[in-house]
């Protein structure tokens, strides 16, 4: 049985998770053959009703690096977020989605990208559905302070997936979580402000897969817009570019946001049309 080299490991990894039945093994073995050994696991299972538990519970009896904990109510998903991250001890933190994987050599190569001006790194991702490759792509490295280059991509860049980086875990608690209660795109509003911490970049030598479902990819929440609604709702509401000011301490860098608010708000909304356009017609969900 697997323990841990130390009181101390040198990565944790929090897997939140609500109703992961149908994924968490496959993610779990991800996670577990990984070339560098030295890390626990996390699992707070926000008060699933499903056989999350006894699947959980299994793992945890099989490898003492797995800690698993069910919320007695669910907390909802931001602070089951933050409640693998307070549980963590290691030096290095990432979060891991239930229903993802990683390559094996995931950790040993982040760990040896990560330099002193990160807070993060994270490789490619992989889109993939019933095991069918979809895309690869890379989210764009980012410098510390990076703030108007952050802001004047396209939220379609895959900046989010940033969330699932390798970060240094003392730079990272030191992030403003209160964009984690956001009900408007906490994640990219997060990354945003991370970057005031540290910078953010990818590797092209390791790969995580990114699974492609109902629950995770927007379709739950859009399937009630058909034709010209579908078209409508997703363009961001102005308020959207507004909360890029409350997340930006240097006074300077919030005036030129607040300036470029209404070119960002064109060239966005442009850019979802035709991303809408092209999903309606095609029939087929743009990545």
Known sequence: MPTLSSSQPTVSIGLPV????????????????????????????????????????????????????????????????LYVLHKAKGKYFMWAAHDDMWAENWLEVLIKELSPSDIGVRGKIVFFQDKLTLKEKSPPNYKKNDLIKCFLGNETNYRNHYIYSLFVREKLLKSDFRSFQLEYCPDQIFIFSLLQIGSLRTS????????????????????????????VYRIHPLMYYTLYLDYTTDKKTRLAILLLIPIKHIYAQTIFWLRCFRQIITRKTVI
């Open 204 to 231: 092209k030598d390791t790969k995580h897969f990114y699974r492609v479902h109902n629950d995770n990819f927007g379709k739950t929440l859009s399937k009630k817009w058909k034709g010209w609604k579908k078209i």
């Open 18 to 81: 609500y109703n992961g039945a149908k994924y968490i093994k496959e993610a779990l073995d991800s996670l577990l053959c990984q070339s560098f050994q030295d890390f626990e696991i996390i699992i707070s299972d926000n008060a699933s009703d499903d056989n999350t538990e006894t699947i959980a519970r299994s793992y945890e009896q099989r490898d003492d690096r797995i800690t698993y904990i069910k919320q007695t109510t669910n907390i909802g998903s931001a602070n089951n977020f």
